[in-house]
């Protein structure tokens, strides 16, 4: 069974940072597409960076209204993807879940993610 348990959400001004974790249990970090999304109230959920891996490399893209403000990466023997955000503005205050199996990556996006966490609460206040 899969499960993937995101944590590092909270409340914070803006231009700070936080780093997203997401713990991943019953799926190889480092296979396919992995990424991250998030919802805002009353929005529908949006990609926002993923990265995809083929044998032992891997690439990485982000949507842009958040390009060079975060960065994905992962640790397979933490079994963990990680989200570091910076610079962060009000309009990046969302519910934040990480996905995995994603066929292929687009334009930031990890497409046909079938396994996802439960999200964790992002609030950036002005």
């Known amino acids: 069974q899969v499960q993937l348990v995101e944590s590092g959400g909270g409340s914070v001004q803006s231009g700070g940072s936080l780093r997203l974790s997401c713990v991943v249990s019953?799926?190889?970090?480092?296979?396919?597409?992995m990424g991250w999304f998030r919802q805002a109230p009353g929005k529908e959920r949006e990609g926002v960076a993923s990265?995809?891996?083929?044998?032992?490399?891997?690439?990485?893209s982000y949507v842009d209204p958040v390009k060079d403000r975060f960065t994905i990466s992962q640790d397979k023997s933490k079994k963990s993807l990680y989200l570091q955000m910076n610079s962060l503005k009000p309009e990046d205050t969302a519910d934040y879940y990480c996905?995995?199996?994603?066929?292929?990556?687009?334009?930031?996006?990890?497409?046909?993610?079938?396994?996802w966490g439960k999200g964790t609460l992002v609030t950036i206040s002005s």
């Open positions: 996905a995995a199996g994603g066929s292929h990556s687009l334009g930031g996006v990890c497409v046909g993610a079938n396994y």
């Open positions: 019953g799926y190889d970090v480092g296979t396919r597409c």
């Open positions: 990265i995809y891996s083929v044998g032992t490399t891997s690439y990485t």
